[in-house]
């Protein structure tokens, strides 16, 4: 059911990372990217940037999707739904721990500069938390719904 608060949350949660297929994680300076940036604030030639996207976040960005659409399908299970939604936080957040991983094995020396990526990464681990809570609190209310019958 899309009218649900929860489900809105999920489908932000897809719309994030179709979107994630298309940005960068980051990027770093090469070491010679490092003397040429010198270079360039002395009106030299533009710097080297290395740009970093692996088969590995695509990987995972795609389970990410699958799994947050079949997590809008199961409205009726909400026990299942709040499960789904802890797997989807802990693969956005092995994702995020990647990216990071990523930045700091890459060749050169200079600093890593994140972008759109790695904030969509924080974004969805946040949607994640907020669609479990809607879910538990349904849940709860559907209890004591029952209970009163």
Known sequence: MIQRIQSIFLF????????????SFGEKLSNEGMNQLVLLANGGSPAEI?????I???FLNSALLMLSFSTILLFKN??????????????TLIMLV????????????????YQLGTYILV??????????KFIRKDEIMVR??????
């Open 12 to 23: 932000l949660i897809i719309t994030l990372s179709i979107v994630a297929f298309f940005v």
């Open 50 to 54: 290395i740009h970093f996207q692996s």
């Open 56 to 58: 590995e976040l695509t």
């Open 78 to 91: 909400r026990i299942l739904q709040m499960r789904l939604c802890m797997i989807g936080s802990l693969l």
């Open 98 to 113: 990647l990216v990071f991983y990523i930045a700091d094995s890459m060749p050169g020396s200079g600093l890593v500069h």
């Open 123 to 132: 974004l969805q681990l946040v949607l994640f938390f907020m669609a479990r």
């Open 144 to 149: 004591a719904a029952d209970r009163i019958r």
